[in-house]
């Protein structure tokens, strides 16, 4: 890719991730069911090498940003969810097949059986025409207010991320973020912190390409 393409692939990647607002990064919260009296352990995030796959090695380089960003800012970090991450790679495969970038019923979600050790469920969306590196995705949800508050909400205790590279170069990705029922973290707040600083503003890592 030469750098003029580059750069526009990188400045449609930022305006995607700054309209998203318009439909509104989403976070719900349900009940804690009486049958279900503990959450998922922590599992290990995707390979950080090149012998993964580039959409794992993109997952897993955004996984460590978001967690840069919590301990920047005094928070406890996340810990990688498989089932998060397959529902988060599965939306995006199927936002890239219809080429709209909108949010899924996360509630739905966070209704179903596979998620069922969890009490709380937070989304953010990205695209991109052509394949920018894992930081421009980061980067643009730091710099929108709704995705932000997903990233730095204290109430999570886990994430998944999934990427698709589609066919026609685009790149597709979902962040998903969780509450286990047995979460000793405070509640999800429902504010937004500020924008600044910024842990990890290099727009780099790897890419679909």
Known sequence: MTSSRRTAARLL????????????????????GASTATGPAPQSPPEAGTTADAEEQIARAIFDRVNDERRARGLEPVAWN?????????????????GVLEHQDVREVLAGDALSGFTGLGENIFTASGPVPAGVAHVGWMRSDGHRANVLN????????????????????????????????PPVDRGTPPVDPIARPEEDGPSCA
């Open 82 to 98: 498989a089932e998060l991450a397959r529902v988060a790679r599965d939306w995006s495969a199927a936002m890239a097949e219809r």
């Open 154 to 185: 204290p109430g999570w205790d886990r994430l998944g991320v999934g990427v698709f590279c589609a066919p026609d170069g685009s790149v597709w990705a979902a962040q998903e973020f969780g509450r286990t029922v047995d979460a000793e973290r």
């Open 13 to 32: 990647g930022l305006l995607c991730a700054a309209v998203v607002p318009l439909t509104g990064c989403v976070a719900v919260e349900v009940p804690v």
